[in-house]
């Protein structure tokens, strides 16, 4: 109906190019997330994906991502909520890869029918890795003395004040392996024969962007308005899908709560450790 009713309307008055939305999906992905710093993961994507997904005139939905990983659980389920939107509004999805689409990152990459990066762009780190400190001696030095009491004799494995117990690591690798494997299957599910035969692919390493085209673990150098606009038409329009903005007035990938004078002071003090630890993950691909 809509479209009948375009084409009684004068040439100079009917919308010219089809409108693509986009969706930016940037950040370290967790649960949770706070003003001081944001998150992707389920609760801050879905609405946005819903919204880009709804737009009926549509023949593709777009996504840029930006992500050095984080929560494997948050990364699939984006991943799942992207698929399912998909099939259901019967739309293509072109991803975009920004600075990193790693590991959960690039888990969430793999929902899209093609895969597009820029030459310099990292991708890949197909692995599981779990980190953390330990302070065994830390106590005893500032005379503290640790009390911990469980009904489970494995209640406190992993235990950061205590010292590292052979059987916490090797269960923990178990799990591991687990996620790992996961990872192992939705890549090739997705990817399928377009993957080289390669051993190294599912072993954690990353690459470029040039290297990840040879490796079939992205579909091709591609900077989005020039392939979209290439693909649609040069007069196709990006509608950017926004969502909330922080507390500094910076957009972020979903609904943004009003926070309180407690919680403002508790992220707050937070928020030095959080910078750290993201600024860690970003490091980690040389960003």
Do not use: C
């Amino acid at each position: 109906m809509a479209g009948f009713l375009t084409r009684l309307l004068p040439k100079r008055l009917r919308k010219k190019g089809v409108s693509i939305p986009v969706v930016r999906l940037h950040g370290t992905i967790m649960a949770g997330g706070s003003q001081f710093r944001p998150a992707l993961n389920i609760a801050t994507v879905a609405p946005l994906l819903e919204k880009a997904f709804s737009k009926k005139d549509a023949p593709v939905v777009a996504i840029s991502i930006n992500s050095p990983g984080g929560s494997p659980v948050q990364s699939r389920q984006i991943f799942q909520r992207i698929r399912s939107l998909a099939e259901e509004k019967d739309k293509r999805v072109l991803m975009f890869v920004e600075d990193v689409a790693a590991s959960g990152g690039y888990m969430i990459a793999l929902a899209g029918d093609e895969i597009f990066v820029d030459p310099t762009s990292i991708v890949g780190s197909i692995g599981v890795v779990s980190g953390g400190f330990g302070f065994p001696e830390l106590l005893k030095k500032i005379g503290v003395e640790r009390r911990v009491y469980t009904a489970g004799e494995n209640k406190v494995i992993l235990d950061p004040f205590q010292p590292e117990k052979e059987g916490d690591i090797e269960y923990l690798k178990t799990l591991q392996l687990e996620i790992h494997k996961v990872f192992i299957e939705m890549v090739k599910m997705r990817r399928g024969e377009r993957l080289a035969d390669e051993e190294t692919i599912f072993s954690g390493l990353f690459w470029t962007g040039l290297r990840g085209v040879d490796l079939g673990l992205v579909d091709g150098i591609g900077e989005m308005r020039e392939t979209l606009k290439r693909r649609y038409g040069p007069e196709a329009k990006l509608e950017l899908i926004g969502g909330g903005r922080n507390l500094f007035g910076r957009r972020v990938p979903g609904v943004v709560s009003q926070a309180g004078a407690t919680e403002l002071a508790a992220g707050a003090a937070s928020g030095l450790a959080a910078t750290l630890e993201d600024k860690a993950m970003w490091s980690r691909y040389g960003l």
